[in-house]
C-alpha cells in the first residue's frame, strides 16, 4: 500500500516562508517523478513543481524564482521551499507521486495559507 505522508503547512505572513515534505513509502514500483500540486477554492488543481527521478525540475510560472523542489538521496522524500510567499499562494497542496510511467499516488494535501 503506497502511503505518502505531507507536513510542513500552516500560516505565514506575506514575505514569509514555508518548507513542505512528502515521505512515500510502500511502493512496488519505482517512482518515475514526486511533485506538488495545489488547489485554491474554484479553482483547479495545478502543477506547481516537480523533479523527475534524474533530477529535471518543472514549475509552474507563478512560482518560479521563488519555489525550489528538492528530494532526498534515496529518492522517496520530496521538499519544497517555498519563499516570498504571497496571498495568492494560499491553497490546499497536494504530494503528488508518479511510479513507473502510469501509477500516480495523491498525499491528503496540506494547508497554506499567506494573510497578515
Known amino acids: 500500500q503506497v502511503q505518502l505522508v505531507e507536513s510542513g503547512g500552516g500560516l505565514v505572513q506575506p514575505g514569509g516562508s514555508l518548507r513542505l515534505s512528502c515521505a512515500a513509502s510502500g511502493f512496488f514500483f519505482s517512482i518515475n517523478a514526486m511533485g506538488w500540486y495545489r488547489q485554491s477554492p474554484g479553482k483547479e488543481r495545478e502543477l506547481v513543481a516537480s523533479i523527475t527521478n534524474r533530477g529535471t525540475t518543472n514549475y509552474a510560472s507563478s512560482v518560479k524564482g521563488r519555489f525550489t523542489v528538492s528530494r532526498d538521496n534515496a529518492g522517496s522524500t520530496v521538499y519544497m521551499q517555498m519563499n516570498s510567499l504571497k496571498p495568492e499562494d494560499t491553497a490546499v497542496y497536494y504530494c503528488?507521486?508518479?511510479?513507473?510511467?502510469?501509477?500516480?499516488?495523491w498525499g491528503r494535501g496540506t494547508q497554506v495559507t499567506v494573510s497578515s
Open positions: 503528488h507521486v508518479l511510479l513507473a510511467t502510469e501509477y500516480n499516488y
